[in-house]
């Protein structure tokens, strides 16, 4: 059973910083992808980050100069810093783990509010 665990959502101001952690646990494989993917209302889920266990990261390009992802595979931790924050930015925001060994199950967290303010 893997968990995933957010933290680190809450409201900011435009031009604000917020950092988000993503605790995994359970039967994690070495080889995975990690990332953080946000839904605003009324929108679909949409990407916003992904790393690999080797470090190998991709950006959407709405974020691309502002946000950075990072993780720590020593405590199976993913982080995401968000920089120059904008309303547009405001979304609930989920972590998700992908095993990269069959069946290739994909984790998904429970989700964490990011709000913006103008």
């Known amino acids: 059973q893997v968990q995933l665990v957010e933290s680190g959502g809450g409201l900011v101001q435009a031009g604000g910083s917020l950092r988000l952690s993503c605790a995994a646990s359970?039967?994690?494989?070495?080889?995975?992808?990690m990332g953080w993917y946000r839904q605003a209302p009324g929108k679909q889920r949409e990407l916003v980050a992904t790393?690999?266990?080797?470090?190998?990261?991709n950006y959407a390009d709405s974020v691309k100069g502002r946000f950075t992802i990072s993780r720590d595979n020593a405590k199976n931790t993913v982080y995401l810093q968000m920089n120059s924050l904008k309303p547009e930015d405001t979304a609930v925001y989920y972590c998700?783990?992908?095993?990269?060994?069959?069946?290739?199950?994909?984790?998904w967290g429970q989700g964490t509010q990011v709000t913006v303010s103008s």
């Open positions: 790393i690999t266990s080797g470090g190998t990261t």
């Open positions: 359970g039967s994690i494989f070495s080889t995975n992808v």
């Open positions: 998700q783990l992908r095993i990269l060994y069959y069946p290739a199950p994909i984790y």
